[in-house]
């Protein structure tokens, strides 16, 4: 067994005691005694389910405590045994819950020590998913993309560190990285619901950046579920693909440092601890409302040593890994936006240019088929004729897609057939492109 492997399992082990959790008595009975405010009326086997915890050795151990300090009654039962029991709370169990609460207002999950997160991201690194050839190609079947390009995203997604993609708009930089995070999909990861540092609670995962693997989808993932269900899992720990995070105009240096919410008095991890073991990308770059060398500085540390230090609200430090792929993608040219030191620290930069007259025919005929417009050679001669080479406009992978969806839209609203005549096309370059 692997170190990685065996960290892995280690980390994975359903805890059979308070002390194997990592955390102790106080903010296990301080969580589950907001959960008992929370609900009104709650069972043992419930209590477990939402703190995600074992109810021999842990569970029953803290209700043990609450109920000897009479801070919670037991109103009733719904089997044979103490994991049977119902809860509310009591009157001194009230107080102590506002106290909680005064604390943090978090009620979910139980957190899983920072240091045992740390390990398992290290664990789980980008850089031990490995693709080939074929592997790319699947990925972006579909896509006009010369196999020049194929060939340096390969290496680039490989190397699990940082990609700048730069090139003129609307040639499909967005999507190609987007491809690429579907490369990363084959290898689920665990995360946490949420970490703990000293007392402070960090959610981390989330329904919009994160996605529960499908373990049924695969025969492979379909053993390994089996495996990790037979050797009883620590469920604080939830299966997901490799994240993919996507951040445009509204990053700010502030959304990078840990969220501290006054009122809830916990945090929420800032974006590139959601992206750990998947793909950060910084989409428009150069667009954000600060400086991009700012916003580069920012990233110098991380880039080259994998690790990223946080700030708690109390000024403290701590130090996460950063461990993803981070994708740097921008219109803009990039002497105007870095300097060459800091490209230097760029792993893989890849040009994403105009299309051929070749490749444009391509992705032409592809969209008529996506879109159900009935290709005519005629038409697409007109349209190059017309609307490229007469006003010398520069061809443009989005421009297919936008110029049918506006064919679609007069066919419609005309209730004509779909079809790329030289008329239609006209019609739809003519609400399409602007006059400048």
Request: net charge negative; proline share 5%.
């Amino acid at each position: 067994m692997s170190k990685e492997t065996r960290e892995r399992h280690d980390a994975l082990k359903l805890p059979s005691s308070i002390q194997e959790t990592g955390l102790t008595m106080g903010m296990l009975s301080e969580l589950a005694i907001k959960l008992i405010y929370a609900a009104g009326e709650i069972g043992a086997t419930e209590i477990g389910d939402q703190l995600r915890l074992p109810f021999v050795g842990v569970i029953e151990r803290v209700l043990e405590l609450l109920d000897r300090e009479e801070l919670v009654n037991i109103v009733g039962t719904e089997g044979f045994g103490a994991q049977a029991y119902r809860y509310t709370i009591s009157n001194k169990g009230i107080a102590r819950a506002r106290q909680a609460m005064q604390h943090n207002q978090y009620v979910g999950p139980a957190p899983v020590p920072l240091e045992r997160y740390n390990e398992m991201m290290r664990a789980q690194s980008i850089g031990e998913v490995m693709l080939d050839e074929p592997d790319v190609e699947a990925a972006f079947e579909g896509l006009v993309v010369s196999q020049d390009m194929l060939d340096r995203v390969g290496p680039a997604i490989n190397s699990g560190q940082s990609i700048f993609l730069y090139g003129p708009p609307g040639n499909g930089k967005t999507t190609m990285a987007l491809r690429m995070a579907q490369l990363l999909g084959r290898d689920p990861l665990y995360i946490p619901y949420a970490a703990s540092v000293d007392s402070h609670i960090i959610k981390i995962y989330d329904d919009f950046n994160h996605t529960r693997a499908n373990t049924s989808s695969s025969p492979a993932r379909r053993d390994q579920s089996s495996s990790r269900d037979a050797a009883l899992l620590d469920s604080r720990w939830v299966l997901i693909e490799r994240p993919t995070v996507v951040v445009g105009g509204e990053l700010t240096l502030g959304s990078l440092d840990l969220i501290w919410d006054p009122t809830a008095k916990y945090y929420e991890a800032p974006f590139q601890m959601k992206a750990n073991g998947g793909m950060f990308l910084v989409d428009d770059f150069g667009r954000q409302q600060m400086d991009p060398q700012d916003l580069l500085n920012r990233w110098i540390v991380p880039l080259e040593t994998r690790v990223d230090f946080l700030s708690l609200h109390t000024g403290k430090k701590i130090e996460i890994p950063f461990e993803e792929l981070v994708v740097f993608s921008t219109n803009l040219d990039p002497k105007d936006l870095v300097d060459q030191a800091f490209l230097r620290r760029i792993r893989h930069k890849i040009h994403v240019g105009d299309p051929t007259a070749q490749q444009f025919h391509q992705v032409f005929q592809d969209e008529c088929r996506r879109r159900d417009v009935e290709y005519r050679r005629d038409g697409f001669t007109h349209l190059v004729r017309e609307w490229y080479a007469k006003p010398k406009r520069a061809f443009k992978n989005c421009h297919p897609r936008d110029i049918l969806d506006q064919l679609r839209d007069i066919a419609k609203y005309k209730q004509l057939e779909t079809v790329a005549t030289p008329r239609m096309i006209d019609r739809a370059c003519s609400a399409y492109f602007a006059k400048l």
